[in-house]
């Protein structure tokens, strides 16, 4: 089991729609209307669901303390700025992103729909969460998509390669591919080795991250998870060493630059906002015609992909995407794990907002 896997005997476990009218019933109480906390509260327990924690409910505590703060206005919804059909560009006025990026997708999927594909840049947005969400959201229309994310105004995370302190962040990048009615493949990843978030799930936890992921605030390796949140400010590595660190500068050009919203760089104001700006290139397959050969090759791929003997019996060779699909049968049956720090930090930020848990 991978450091981010960790559970612990005294772990509160819920039931996924239990946790869903939770997290709901926290945002009406902070002010979101039924479709916003309805969007937050589905994201967040998919997040949980795929087991990926840092984009779940333990951001509970953040978001709130944002609202509190006056940085994130509960329903905000995006505008307009520029239109011609199949490019969109959108402004989210740092509206919470599980729900502003919601409104994005749907015109990205109502515009490829209509003309064969669609680019759709959204600039501010409060965190738009598990990028993953939304390929799986265009995957679900039948359409290929690739997104880039990019993060300004909170401190940054992530050193370049061969760098020793903290310039980009871990701006993520997602791909999802339709299999008709099998599970898309969805490639979903944080150009850092892991999401920051992960390491917060770790402190949490207790836990020491593995070799490799961390460096200190003088540039030598560390385990110690609290670097990138406590100063003296360590850096997380990019992954793939200089791969990563190019995807993630890319990621930040293609997100920042093309949206409106702006990269991350010395100008920014860093005022501890975790603000988004997405940009997303949607695709109709079908107009390229071949739909079964194209489904055939998919699956001829896939099928050679994971037929490679593994080299431990207990990892098998899985598809992007296929690691969180066997992780939301597991928890939609048994569960989502919550640790007891991240519970009592949620009950907290509940009970501030006015909702007795
Ligand atoms: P990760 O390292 O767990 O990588 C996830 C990707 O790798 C998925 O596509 C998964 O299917 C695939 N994968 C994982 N294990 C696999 C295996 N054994 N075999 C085959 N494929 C495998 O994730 P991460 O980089 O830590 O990112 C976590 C989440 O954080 C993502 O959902 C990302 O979108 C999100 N994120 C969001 C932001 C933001 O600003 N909103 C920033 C960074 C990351």
């Given amino acids: 089991?991978?450091?981010?896997?960790?559970t612990a005997e005294d772990d509160i476990v819920m039931a996924a729609p239990e946790l869903e009218g939770l997290v709901r019933r926290i945002f009406q109480t902070l002010g979101s209307d039924a479709r916003e906390a309805g969007l937050i509260a589905e994201h967040?327990?998919?997040?949980?669901?795929?087991?990926?924690?840092s984009h779940g409910v333990s951001l509970i505590p953040l978001y709130c303390r944002m609202v509190r703060e006056g940085k994130v206005r509960p329903n905000t919804r995006v505008s307009v700025v520029l239109d011609h059909g199949a490019i969109v560009s959108l402004e989210g006025h740092r509206g919470f992103g599980q729900a502003t990026a919601d409104e994005a997708m749907t015109i990205a999927v109502e515009r490829t729909a209509k003309h064969g594909l669609s680019v759709v840049a959204l600039r501010p947005s409060h965190h738009v969460g598990r990028i993953g969400h939304w390929a799986e959201r265009c995957a679900a229309a039948g359409h290929v998509s690739i997104h880039f994310v990019n993060v300004i105004h909170a401190p940054p995370v992530v050193a370049p390669f061969a760098g020793r302190d903290a310039r980009l962040h871990t701006n993520p990048i997602a791909l999802g591919?339709?299999?008709g009615n099998k599970d898309p493949v969805i490639l979903d990843f944080a150009t850092s080795r892991v999401a920051q978030g992960k390491m917060r799930v770790l402190m949490a936890r207790g836990g020491a991250a593995p070799d490799g992921y961390l460096i200190d605030s003088s540039g030598?390796?560390?385990?110690?998870p609290s670097v990138v949140f406590r100063p003296p400010l360590g850096a997380l590595l990019p992954f793939g060493d200089h791969k990563g660190s190019g995807l993630g500068l890319l990621a930040d050009i293609l997100a920042g630059s093309l949206s409106g919203g702006g990269t991350f760089h010395h100008a920014n104001a860093v005022d501890g906002v975790y603000v988004n700006n997405m940009i997303s290139f949607?695709?109709?397959?079908?107009?390229?015609?071949?739909?079964?050969?194209?489904?055939?090759q998919i699956e001829a791929v896939v099928n050679h992909f994971v037929a490679s003997?593994?080299?431990d019996p207990a990892a098998p060779v899985l598809i992007p995407g296929q690691p969180e699909a066997r992780k939301r049968?597991?928890?939609?049956?048994?569960?989502?794990?919550i640790d007891r720090m991240t519970w009592n930090?949620?009950?907290m930020a509940a009970r501030a907002a006015g909702l007795a848990l």
Avoid at 44 to 53: F, P, S
Avoid at 220 to 224: A, K, Q
Avoid at 282 to 296: C, I, M, S, Y
């Fill in 220 to 224: 030598n390796p560390t385990n110690d």
């Fill in 309 to 311: 003997p593994p080299r």
């Fill in 329 to 337: 049968k597991h928890r939609l049956a048994a569960g989502i794990p």
């Fill in 177 to 179: 591919i339709p299999r």
């Fill in 44 to 53: 967040m327990v998919a997040a949980n669901l795929a087991g990926h924690d």
């Fill in 345 to 347: 930090e949620i009950a």
């Fill in 282 to 296: 949607v695709l109709n397959p079908a107009l390229l015609g071949n739909e079964t050969e194209r489904e055939e």
């Fill in 1 to 6: 089991m991978s450091a981010f896997e960790l």
